[in-house]
């Protein structure tokens, strides 16, 4: 595909509109009361999964524009011990530790905005890309979703179902897939739903010990061709265990050519770096492949992006 046959599918598979001139939430939209309702109908066993990696220096950051969380203590017990607070508590014995932490917002496991990405200074809904500033995002901020993010969860484990530890970097995650796995495990996608997709690259990572190469480089991931699936199938939102949701090498002349696709015209919201390994072995021991998805944003106001711990709770 060529840039021009990624624009015309974007126009193809838009919601500008659908919701209002004025939308900032996308597809979120189709998370109706109804719908989070039934979905916390769905906690039975009283199990629950953070779905975040660790923010710490260890990964997966190593190299580009991104860097991991630098984590400082600004007061510590060690200080503390040696008389820093002294002067300012002289008549008690209580003392306190206090930190700050310095990171992109989407170093580690996090949602993009609607404000992520966009073309012809536009980004979703026709929102001028010009009101993303130095101040942050003006319109399609990420605060904007603090109170959107609960609905069904439904996982799709990719690597299961085709039998294997991991799909390699470069593998396409295609319609035929998404559905012969919800097939294999007894679960059916629908509207609202927030579709978590496993590709095991974070599996490979941590078998060989290292991260080099997953922030960035090649990884599996949705093909761009699943664009039609994810739009007619009116989810909520989707997020994969990968750096980008997407395969890379991208399948089109274009960077990110999906992202431009579902974030820009859809108003999709995706999730990535996703840890999706112990959901996955717990389902495979149960059979229960949906659960209560729970996954608000920091509301960072005019933020394009937002660390999370979202949770899967069963």
């Keep these: 595909m060529d840039e021009n046959e990624v624009l015309a599918m974007g126009e193809r598979f838009s919601n500008w509109g659908r919701w209002g001139a004025d939308d900032e939430v996308g597809t979120l939209n189709h998370i ?50 040696a008389g820093a ?6 008549n008690s014995r209580f003392r306190y530790a206090d930190d700050v932490i310095t990171m992109p917002l989407q170093c580690a496991t996090q949602w993009d905005a609607y404000s992520h990405v966009f073309y012809d ?15 942050g995002a003006a319109k399609n901020g990420i ?12 996982l799709l484990d990719i690597p299961r179902f085709k039998k294997t530890e991991w799909m390699e970097p470069g593998y396409a995650v295609t319609i035929d897939d998404l559905d012969g796995c919800a097939a294999s495990q007894g679960v059916a996608v629908g509207t609202g739903d927030i579709v978590l997709v496993r590709t095991g690259h974070q599996t490979m990572c941590r078998k060989r010990g290292s ?26 939102a989707v997020a994969t265990d990968t750096w980008g949701a997407e395969v890379r090498p991208n ?9 431009m696709v579902v974030i820009r015209n859809m108003g999709l919201l995706v999730g990535e770096i996703f840890f999706l390994d112990e959901l996955a072995e717990d389902c ?31």
């Design 32 to 81: 109706t009361p109804e719908k989070v309702r039934d979905a916390a109908a769905l906690v039975r066993q009283g199990k629950s999964f953070g779905l975040a990696i660790p923010f710490d220096s260890q990964g997966p950051q190593t190299g580009g524009r991104r860097f991991n969380p630098i984590h400082l203590m600004v007061a510590d017990g060690a200080s503390a011990a």
């Design 85 to 90: 607070q002294d002067s300012r508590f002289p």
């Design 284 to 314: 495979a021991r149960d059979g229960v492949y949906d659960f209560l998805f729970v996954g608000p944003p920091l509301p960072i106001t005019g933020a394009v992006g937002s660390p999370i711990n979202p949770m899967a709770i069963k």
């Design 143 to 154: 605060e904007k979703l603090r109170d959107k993010i609960v609905s069904r969860g439904v």
């Design 251 to 259: 399948e089109a002349e274009a960077y990110q050519p999906l992202h």
């Design 211 to 236: 991260w080099e190469g997953y922030a960035g480089g090649d990884a599996p991931g949705l093909s761009l061709m699943t664009a039609s699936w994810l739009y007619g199938k009116e989810i909520a």
């Design 121 to 135: 200074n536009q980004m979703y809904n026709g929102h001028d890309s010009r009101l993303v500033t130095n101040n």
